[in-house]
């Protein structure tokens, strides 16, 4: 029997007059997999920042593992990491330093550090400032801090941006791996992650309509 972990209800956003989205509601249990689709302007960042209580609703409720949020936010966070557009990186710091300053409140060791680059592709830069890294190897320093927060709940934010097709299908591995632990999901792509084993468990669909897509 699995657990729930974020249940949504009727979730509703607004910029100004403009509604980006409202009556939003999903369920999200331990394993599963969620996927937000959306032209671009539909509201799937804000959807996102608004699940990691980053920005406030106008409408709707949220919990994790049964407790309103943002009463809940402490151990929602202690389980949640989240990814967004912007890689977060400081451009001085090495990848090693960067996931030990990102991860402050229970710091990996070096050892541990230097196993979730091997694992993300990035054996042998470890020790080099972000700065001379691509856009796509610093994503892959963002992936390594994924591995290293422990998290159960994963919520990516276009996480194939700036990845080559080796880096989509680490992407995939990792979110497949992330599932078969236990863990779960949710993000948005404009492209089709290559998940070998499974499709999206649940997909909501953000437009000018209102509802959940089946």
């Given at each position: 029997m699995t657990d729930t972990l974020i249940e949504a209800k009727d979730l509703c956003v607004s910029r100004g007059e403009l509604v980006l989205f409202a009556e939003r509601s999903f369920t999200l249990n331990e394993g599963e997999l969620f996927q937000l689709q959306g032209d671009n302007g539909s509201g799937k960042t804000t959807m996102l920042r608004a699940l990691c209580t980053l920005i406030?609703?106008?409408?709707?409720?949220?919990?994790?593992?049964?407790?309103?949020?943002?009463?809940?936010?402490?151990?929602?966070?202690?389980?949640?990491?989240?990814?967004?557009?912007?890689?977060?990186?400081?451009?001085?710091?090495?990848?090693?330093?960067?996931?030990?300053?990102?991860?402050?409140?229970?710091?990996?060791?070096?050892?541990?550090?230097?196993?979730?680059?091997?694992?993300?592709?990035?054996?042998?830069?470890?020790?080099?400032?972000?700065?001379?890294?691509?856009?796509?190897?610093?994503?892959?320093?963002?992936?390594?801090?994924?591995?290293?927060?422990?998290?159960?709940?994963?919520?990516?934010?276009?996480?194939?941006?700036?990845?080559?097709?080796?880096?989509?299908?680490?992407?995939?591995?990792?979110?497949?791996d992330h599932l078969a632990n236990g863990g779960s999901v949710i993000y948005s792509t404009h492209q089709p992650l290559p998940l070998t084993s499974r499709s999206a468990d649940q997909t909501l669909l953000l437009s000018d309509a209102v509802g959940l897509a089946n």
């Open positions: 406030p609703l106008d409408e709707g409720e949220l919990f994790w593992r049964g407790e309103q949020l943002p009463g809940a936010r402490d151990t929602y966070f202690d389980e949640m990491a989240f990814a967004g557009h912007t890689d977060g990186l400081k451009a001085g710091l090495t990848p090693v330093e960067n996931l030990k300053w990102c991860l402050t409140d229970a710091p990996p060791s070096v050892e541990a550090c230097i196993g979730a680059l091997e694992k993300t592709g990035l054996a042998g830069k470890e020790d080099l400032p972000c700065r001379v890294l691509s856009a796509g190897q610093r994503r892959r320093v963002v992936l390594a801090r994924l591995l290293l927060s422990k998290a159960v709940l994963w919520i990516l934010d276009e996480p194939l941006t700036a990845l080559d097709v080796s880096g989509r299908d680490l992407v995939a591995r990792l979110i497949e």
